[in-house]
């Protein structure tokens, strides 16, 4: 089948916006989820957009989706040090999540 | 309480044993998963279990074999592994529930099986 889409490494500079993108696959999927992966760690979840909603807000995080093209994005205000993780786009269709290739975002100094 | 705990962290096995792996959540949810996670890959579900009974399973050989004694608990009985098994294997729970609703998905740390 095909596949969630990413783009595989993201550097930014500290202070500034990381913007992670995702192309899903199922334009049935009710939720899609952003998870992070810290290396070693199990998956921490972010944040998640309804299918019926345009953007979320939460904090630094700003989830953008275009239901039209299934795209979906990831908006990281004021990048830290902490915020260097793989970072996993979900698409949820019943009980299964489907996960996205991944992105690895470095903060640079 | 809102972890889920998997023991061992780390398992080394040889092809002819036996292990299992375990997996528990105290948050009173319905639905646990078993996920594969290859090195710079990213989760694949092979297990889901809802209502203490097997719903999923994602075509995984019979030399991985799941077990949900009660809805607490998830095991994964391990036995005639190849090298090529060798993963992060994570656990995660959700409220489970109908089609379409809000399920998000909490994650144990995962145990580190390497294959001998």
């Known amino acids: 089948g095909e596949d969630v889409e990413q783009s595989l490494f993201l550097s930014v500079r500290e202070g500034d916006s990381s913007v992670i993108n995702c192309t899903y696959t199922?334009?049935?999927?009710?939720?899609l989820y952003w998870y992070k992966q810290e290396p070693g760690a199990g998956l921490q979840l972010l944040t998640y957009i309804f299918s019926n909603m345009d953007m979320k807000q939460d904090q630094r995080l700003t989830v953008l989706l275009n239901k039209k093209d299934k795209h979906l994005s990831l908006r990281i205000a004021d990048t830290q040090t902490g915020d260097s993780a793989i970072y996993f786009c979900?698409?949820?269709?019943?009980?299964?999540?489907?996960f996205g290739t991944g992105t690895r975002l470095t903060i640079i100094p | 309480d809102t972890e889920v705990t998997q023991t061992p962290k780390h398992l080394v096995m040889g092809m002819t044993n036996k292990k299992s792996l375990k997996c528990e959540q105290h948050m009173g949810h319905r639905a646990m998963y078993w996920y594969k996670q290859k090195a710079k890959k990213p989760p694949e579900l092979m297990f889901v279990y809802s209502y203490e009974k097997l719903s999923i399973n994602e075509s995984v050989p019979s030399r991985f074999s799941p077990e949900c004694p009660n809805s607490s608990l998830l095991n994964l009985h391990l036995h005639a592994l190849q090298p090529e098994d060798s993963a992060l294997y994570l656990c995660a729970s959700s409220q489970g529930g109908s089609s379409g609703s809000y399920n998000e998905q909490f994650f144990g740390p995962g145990t580190r099986l390497t294959v001998l």
């Open positions: 199922d334009s049935s999927s009710t939720y």
């Open positions: 979900a698409e949820s269709i019943y009980e299964k999540l489907t």
